[in-house]
């Protein structure tokens, strides 16, 4: 069966340190992988995706980067945080996205 | 680009009550979906739907597709305390790639 492994669970960084979450799939091959970031709770923000290795769109400009360097790892980084960048960060993947996607339980990024 | 209009936004409802939620958009899906997420973990997939007119079940779920394709509904029948969480629509985009659009969720709260 299929699984997404995201981690750490949570993080506190000073701001303008770097950052590098990462996200792993297993269980099936050339998903569409994607990155999101929620604030207060509420609404998921798109940040990238990923329909192939080395290959990134980035829906907002931001502080943030990502890379697919395999199948199936997608990392989220940053150069340097800024306090803005906290929030709860999700990776999600999908084969066939009408089915909908399959989130990873996320990772809790507070920036001090 | 597209957005999802999700109502309401927060809801605060007794043991036992019945429970319903609708996104509508300004443009077409082919594909409507029903998050929920409850707190510290990542969204799970309740309903999917993808035909107009479409309804759907899941235990004390029910969901239906708008004919026009512009809208959705959720309901909760009978709501017992784990119904509390966010629950997020989402509609299928493909734009390059295929994409999902989040609604800005509803948060349900249960009185016991």
């Known amino acids: 069966s299929q699984t997404i492994h995201q981690w750490p669970a949570t993080l506190v960084q000073p701001v303008g340190s770097p950052l590098s979450l990462e996200c792993t799939v297993e269980?099936?091959?050339?998903?569409?992988l994607y990155w999101y970031r929620q604030a207060a709770g509420r609404g998921l923000q798109l940040l990238f995706y990923?329909?192939?290795?080395?290959?990134i769109s980035s829906e907002v400009p931001q502080n943030l980067s990502a890379s697919r360097p395999q199948d199936r790892q997608f990392i989220l980084s940053s150069k340097k945080l800024l306090l803005s960048d906290s929030g709860f960060y999700l990776c999600?993947?999908?084969?066939?996205?009408?089915?909908?996607?399959?989130f990873g339980s996320g990772t809790r990024l507070t920036v001090v | 680009g597209q957005q999802l209009n999700q109502s309401p936004q927060s809801m605060f409802i007794q043991e036992g009550e019945d429970v319903s939620m609708n996104c509508t958009s300004s443009s077409i899906f082919n594909t409507w979906l029903w998050y929920k997420q409850d707190p510290g973990e990542g969204p799970v997939l309740l309903i999917a739907l993808y035909k107009a007119g479409e309804l759907t079940s899941n235990g004390r779920l029910t969901a239906q597709f708008g004919i026009t394709r512009k809208d959705s509904f959720l309901n909760i029948s009978a709501s017992i305390p784990s119904d509390v969480g966010i629950y997020f629509c989402?509609?299928?985009?493909?734009?390059?790639?295929?994409?999902?659009?989040f609604g800005q969720g509803t948060r349900l709260t249960i009185n016991p």
């Open positions: 999600a993947w999908s084969v066939l996205t009408s089915r909908g996607y399959t």
């Open positions: 989402a509609g299928l985009v493909i734009q390059g790639a295929q994409k999902l659009v």
């Open positions: 990923s329909v192939g290795i080395g290959q």
């Open positions: 269980g099936t091959s050339n998903p569409n």
